[in-house]
DNA sequence: GCGACGATTTCG
DNA sequence: GAAATCGTCGCT
């Protein structure tokens, strides 16, 4: 299940979900100089009965884009702080998407060093969904984009497949609910994949 | 209109 | 372990 061109990229974004989130590993995401190689993503099924998506209690504002056509960025913006990007997948009215949450600098590497300056070791440049976002120089300005075509925000598939026997499966992270369900996908091995982090509640003072 | 909370990151 | 920090959405 890779795709080799854009158009087999297309069609594996309208397909299932989990399908598309796994394909979407070793694709590369290029914005405002820098590029990534994804090697970690989850897959969220939308209104149909996925109670971690955003999406889940119907159409706002906010998710709107995801009920549109597939291959369109879904960027939101969590936590007072950080802005993290989806990819919208399946048919319209679905509202299934993958969230970006990890990837390798391949490209800009300069670029993506200015953005994070704290940084010490390169692996740790996209080393999670909010810090991928922040490297590339996304945020509210990429909300609803088309990634496939020629904008400022491109999804590519890969220059190298990635083999199916080194795609490892888990739960996904930080979500409230449906932790038993293993729609977090990752190269297994790859020093650029973040650490899992169960969600914790936090108690007001 | 109000308030609880979040698909996170960073520091202590 | 806990703070930072604010947009979003359901309703206490």
Not at 97 to 122: C, N, W
């Given at each position: 299940?890779t795709a080799t061109t854009g158009s087999e990229l297309a069609?594996l974004l309208?397909?299932?979900?989990?399908?598309?989130?796994?394909g979407l590993l070793g694709c590369t995401v290029s914005a405002?100089?820098v590029s990534v190689r994804l090697?970690?993503?989850?897959?969220?099924?939308?209104?149909?009965?996925?109670?971690?998506?955003?999406?889940?209690?119907?159409?706002?504002?906010?998710?709107?884009?995801?009920?549109?056509?597939?291959g369109?960025a879904?960027?939101?913006?969590?936590?007072?702080?950080?802005?993290?990007?989806?990819v919208?997948?399946?048919?319209?009215?679905?509202?299934?998407?993958?969230?970006l949450?990890?990837g390798?600098?391949i490209g800009?590497?300069?670029?993506?060093?200015?953005?994070?300056?704290?940084?010490?070791?390169?692996?740790?440049?996209?080393?999670?969904?909010?810090?991928?976002?922040?490297?590339l120089?996304?945020?509210?300005?990429?909300?609803?984009l088309f990634l496939l075509g020629d904008g400022p925000v491109r999804v590519a598939p890969p220059a190298v497949p990635v083999?199916?026997?080194?795609?490892?499966?888990?739960?996904?992270?930080?979500?409230?609910?449906?932790?038993?369900?293993?729609?977090?996908?990752?190269?297994?091995?790859?020093?650029?994949?973040?650490?899992?982090?169960?969600?914790?509640?936090?108690?007001?003072?």
């Amino acid at each position: 299940m890779t795709a080799t061109t854009g158009s087999e990229l297309a069609d594996l974004l309208a397909g299932p979900v989990v399908a598309a989130a796994r394909g979407l590993l070793g694709c590369t995401v290029s914005a405002n100089g820098v590029s990534v190689r994804l090697t970690e993503v989850e897959a969220y099924a939308g209104t149909a009965g996925d109670p971690a998506s955003h999406a889940h209690r119907g159409r706002t504002p906010r998710n709107a884009v995801m009920f549109g056509p597939p291959g369109h960025a879904y960027v939101y913006f969590t936590y007072g702080v950080h802005w993290c990007m989806n990819v919208v997948t399946g048919p319209e009215g679905e509202a299934s998407a993958v969230l970006l949450r990890a990837g390798e600098v391949i490209g800009g590497l300069d670029i993506a060093r200015a953005r994070r300056v704290a940084v010490r070791r390169d692996v740790d440049l996209a080393r999670g969904p909010a810090r991928l976002c922040t490297v590339l120089g996304l945020g509210r300005s990429a909300y609803g984009l088309f990634l496939l075509g020629d904008g400022p925000v491109r999804v590519a598939p890969p220059a190298v497949p990635v083999p199916a026997a080194v795609v490892a499966a888990g739960p996904r992270v930080g979500v409230t609910g449906a932790h038993d369900v293993p729609w977090r996908f990752w190269i297994a091995g790859d020093p650029t994949v973040s650490t899992y982090r169960r969600h914790v509640p936090r108690r007001r003072s």
